[in-house]
């Protein structure tokens, strides 16, 4: 889906030293809830009249204002910029005390009508006060305490997504990401206090979960018809939302329903109906290392010195997945070129393909520029493929928990056309393939990384908090107006001014 693009107005960049009559006093307008367009107007109208007006946060700051903020969240957006309680020395204001120093032409004093209440934060809950709100700023680790909650809001999240409203969707998925963030189980509202990102629906289904022990609407979610049949048809391979709903609305309800009512599916739809059982398995941390081994000896085999890394979800240490994502490359930037082509002929030549698909890199950085970065769709050249995994690679590797299950448990095919591996010595994984130039490889690590959340928040950090647009290919800085290199990922969170985060802590 492609993320709504912002306008950006842009703000007058500085303040020449003369024109500011009032040097005692620093004022920053907070964008949130604001605006890019009317901050950049108040800006230039108050500097007309000689304020000073600090385009980003310092601690020279004196006088913060913001609109439609209460006290507190204007608070935790600050100590998410300094750090807890660096601020308590600024003025926090509403746009009254600005609207009224404009009328009179100088900054008039601050009254109490003017200023934010901001509530104590409580002692000795550290966990309210050091919740950052994006999630790229926060530590996200794999296994958390509040899967019950989070559970019940990716349902959520995932039905508003069926029902194309995005908006809702990604608000459910924040709420979620927030609470696998908390170092303990939530057991009462009161331990939400202060944390972001959590809105009166969100706080309502967890308020309902914690006092009932479930919630009324994700419980009637999770039976509804719509969402069991979203869920099963766009669990098949190469099925979006799109065409599962138009399938749905024509009556189809499942991968079965296709077959028995000989719908028109595309080639990839077919591989996706034919190994749907497959598919659907989890891929497990141990096929994902055969099939590492697999696509290490592909790749040196057509070009040796090429370097290979496991993405996605295994590369955050998770257990299993629904697929295996890697990134390719090689150090003599230029020699990466054309070899996905080569990598998936040495494949299909071992028999180790059961269908792929490789689209062509279009990503050129004079053509793209910084406006297409923002979207989360790459330009790489990759490969969607279906590898044929032989069981017994798999017993080998965990060598002591050899499934004899597998053979033992073999049954006939039921249904024509698909493909059942209990019956036989080999299951089909989702793989996907992608190759970088060197020059990207860090830009594309961080992207193919995930989790999608992370990514997403990345994104809108360095968006609204950095000016910048990143990219799998790149990160553009817009005031500066230029391309900021990096050759790790490590680099690429300090140009963003973040704390480094790795890759085991990025499950959002
Ligand atoms: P996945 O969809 O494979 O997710 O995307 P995952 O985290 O590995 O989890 P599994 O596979 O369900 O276990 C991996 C990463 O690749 C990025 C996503 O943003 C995600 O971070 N990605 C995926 C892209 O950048 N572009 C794509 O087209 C697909
Ligand atoms: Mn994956």
Redesign the pocket.
Known sequence: MIPLKRRKASLPVSQQDDTCKFPHVSIFILERKMGTSRRAFLTRLGRSKGFLIKETYSSSITHVVSENNSGDEVQAWLDNQTGRDASSSVHLLDIRWFTESMEAGHPVIVQDRHILKVNPKPNGDPTAMLMKSYACQRRTPLKHHNSFLTEALEILSQNAEYNDNEGRSVAFRRAASVLKALPRRVRSMQDLRCLPCLGDHSQRVIKEILEDGSSREVESTRQSEQYQAMKALTGIFGVGVRTADRWFREGLRSPDDLIRRGQQLNREQQAGVQYYDDLQKPVTKVEADVISDIVEKAVHAVLPGAEIQL????R?G?E????V?FLITHPEEGKEEGLMPKITNWLKEQGLLLYQKTTRNSYLEKMDGPARASS???RFERCFSIFKLQKSAVSCKSSSTASAEDVSTARESERPGEHHSEASGWRAVRV?LVVSPYSQFAFATL??????L??RELRRWAGQEKHMSLS?HALYDSKQNLYLRAKKEEEIFAYLGLEFIPPSERNA
């Open positions: 993405m996605g979800g295994f955050r998770k299993v997945g629904h697929d994502d989360n769709m790459d996907d992207g193919w990384t995930g989790s999608k992370f990514e799998s």
